[in-house]
C-alpha cells in the first residue's frame, strides 16, 4: 500500500505564499497523475490542481485558483508541488494530495477517482 504524505501547510497572511508537497516513500511519482484537494470545515473535498503523469504533465485548475496557483513536478520525479500564491482566507483548509494511475476517463474533480491519498496538511490564511 503506498503511502503518500503532504507537507508545507501553515499559517500566512492574506497575499502570502505556502509551497506544499507531497512524496510517497521509494516511489518515482513519474507514473501517477496527482490530484490535489482542499476540505474546509463543514464542505465537501474540493479538487483544487491536477498534473497528469509525466508523460505528459498536462495540469488543470479550479476556478477559485488559477493564475494564484501551479502545480508541478521535480526533476528527481519524486515530488508534486503546489506553489500557492496571493493567499486568502477562502484559501484556508486541509489540503490533501492524492494518486491515480494514467489515462483515467473520469474526472480529475472526483475524489472518488484516487486510490491513494496523503494523511492532509492544514493551511491557515489569517492576519
Known amino acids: 500500500q503506498l503511502q503518500f504524505v503532504e507537507a508545507g501547510g501553515g499559517l500566512v497572511q492574506p497575499g502570502g505564499s505556502l509551497r506544499l508537497s507531497c512524496a510517497a516513500s521509494g516511489v518515482i511519482l513519474d507514473y501517477y497523475a496527482i490530484g490535489w484537494f482542499r476540505q474546509a470545515p463543514g464542505k465537501e473535498r474540493e479538487g483544487v490542481s491536477y498534473i497528469s503523469s509525466s508523460s505528459d504533465n498536462s495540469t488543470w485548475y479550479a476556478d477559485s485558483v488559477k493564475g494564484r496557483f501551479t502545480v508541478s513536478r521535480d526533476s528527481a520525479k519524486t515530488t508534486v508541488y503546489l506553489q500557492m500564491n496571493n493567499l486568502s482566507p477562502g484559501d484556508t483548509a486541509v489540503y490533501y494530495c492524492?494518486?491515480?494511475?494514467?489515462?483515467?476517463?473520469?474526472?480529475?474533480?472526483?475524489?472518488?477517482?484516487?486510490?491513494?491519498w496523503g494523511q492532509g496538511t492544514q493551511v491557515t490564511v489569517s492576519s
Open positions: 492524492a494518486a491515480r494511475p494514467p489515462g483515467s476517463a473520469w474526472s480529475w474533480r472526483d475524489p472518488g477517482t484516487y486510490d491513494y
